[in-house]
């Protein structure tokens, strides 16, 4: 125990969807061999912090709680698939979430909550920071490819590791659950043609 921990703060969804992104990277391992990311549960990052006193930092988690705690829960839609581009020509492929005026209301008050100064882009992560090489060979296959599912975001997950353990794993701190008021919950249309084969 250092006493410094990194934190990330994410949305998780439901087991449905972290099976089918398994899939999704199962398949992807098959094209283009082992990637970052690959082993990784699917998830929204909303904040990753680094080298925190344990300390200090759990009080911060508690202040942020009785902020996030009164938030509603939010409907969100997996739309499709996109790409970051990233420096020395890597990219990552991820599900991309639907945009909507509510829904970005949504991120620009949790944002504000836990005081995130750049932007969030909501999207769940299949392939992270792989080549341009890779990415041609695999881009392709999720160019086209539809998928879309919503899914309700209810509750917050904080989450930390050892900052100066090598092999330190993530594991939950704590889950906050968005108890705000039912009628200011934040939602995007309801109509889903779901098409989740793999290529």
Not at 143 to 169: Q, S
Request: aromatic share 14%; net charge positive; charged share 25%.
């Amino acid at each position: 125990m250092t006493g410094y921990a990194d934190y990330l703060f994410l949305l998780s969804p439901p087991q449905t969807v972290v099976n089918e992104v398994a899939r999704y990277k199962k398949a992807s391992v098959k094209y283009i061999g082992d990637f970052q990311s690959m082993n990784s549960p699917a998830h929204i990052s909303l904040a990753h912090i680094e080298r925190q006193k344990t300390f200090f930092t759990e009080q911060t988690i508690s202040l942020t709680e009785q902020r996030v705690a009164i938030m509603p829960p939010v409907l969100l839609h997996i739309d499709g698939f996109k790409y970051f581009n990233h420096l020395h020509d890597k990219k990552t492929i991820y599900a991309a979430i639907r945009n909507s005026t509510a829904v970005d209301a949504w991120f620009e008050l949790m944002k504000k909550n836990l005081g995130v100064k750049k932007a969030i882009i909501p999207h769940i992560t299949v392939c992270r920071n792989i080549t341009d090489e890779q990415f041609k060979t695999l881009w392709p296959n999720f160019r086209h490819k539809k998928w879309t599912e919503p899914f309700w975001a209810a509750e917050l997950t904080v989450t930390r590791r050892e900052t100066f353990e090598p092999y330190a794993k993530w594991q939950t701190v704590k889950n906050i659950p968005f108890r705000g008021n039912k009628s200011l919950q934040y939602h995007t249309e309801t109509n889903s043609d779901k098409q989740v084969n793999l290529f």
